[in-house]
T-cell receptor
């Protein structure tokens, strides 16, 4: 089954404790992206990757890191999490990096992070 | 801002009625996509309409696009309780091939 898988689905942690949210897709998609969703603010893009070893900042990259060493995986790293990073996070992918706005994006089921 | 703005913010209807949601945007687009999000879940792609199309159908969904007014509408006919969700439009703007922006959505509640 074609899917985008995020782990963990839920995490409660404390300020400053490094964490990684994994994202994996099995559709051989070139493009992957991370979003955060907050009430009243909609979805905002954090980072995206056009292909392996190609990553770029989205609208709200501060406090986050990503890597794209393999096509299928795009982990989101919070080196020193803070309470303002409490949010619902989504990973998404689409077939091609070029012209991604012309293609459907496939989303994971989300990761709810609470930073105390 | 390049994101679409959905209107209304919330909509409550009874099962069997039609639901209409609107989306406005500000700059030229290549296409516009609509997505659905069930509570606490990821977004699911519904339909994509290109800038040279005026109307598109998919099952009970009908999407229209008016590029002169920079607006789109999503009509769900004969709504069901299972249509209860948030609906988002995502304009695919010219020259921003790597970006898809989302608004805050329309929350649709379909009651029995």
């Amino acid at each position: 089954e074609a899917q985008v898988t995020q782990n963990p689905r839920y995490l409660i942690t404390v300020t400053g404790k490094k964490l990684t949210v994994t994202c994996s897709q099995n559709m051989n998609h070139e493009y992957m992206s991370w979003y955060r969703q907050d009430p009243g603010l909609g979805l905002r893009q954090i980072y995206y990757s056009m292909n392996v070893e190609v990553t770029d900042k989205g609208d709200v990259p501060e406090g986050y890191k990503v890597s794209r060493k393999e096509k299928r995986n795009f982990p989101l790293i919070l080196e020193s999490p803070s309470p303002n990073q409490t949010s619902l996070y989504f990973c998404a992918s689409s077939l091609f990096g070029t012209g991604v706005s012309n293609q459907p994006q496939h989303f994971g089921d989300g990761t709810r992070l609470s930073i105390l | 801002s390049q994101q679409g703005e959905e209107d209304p913010q919330a909509l409550s209807i009874q099962e069997g009625e039609n639901a209409t949601m609107n989306c406005s945007y500000k700059t030229s687009i290549n296409n516009l996509q609509w997505y659905r999000q069930n509570s606490g879940r990821g977004l699911v792609h519904l339909i994509l309409i290109r800038s040279n199309e005026r109307e598109k159908h998919s099952g009970r969904l009908r999407v229209t696009l008016d590029t002169s007014k920079k607006s789109s509408s999503l009509l769900i006919t004969a709504s069901r309780a299972a249509d209860t969700a948030s609906y988002f439009c995502a304009p695919g703007h010219t020259g921003t091939a790597s970006k898809l922006t989302f608004g805050t959505g329309t929350r649709l509640q379909v009651t029995l």
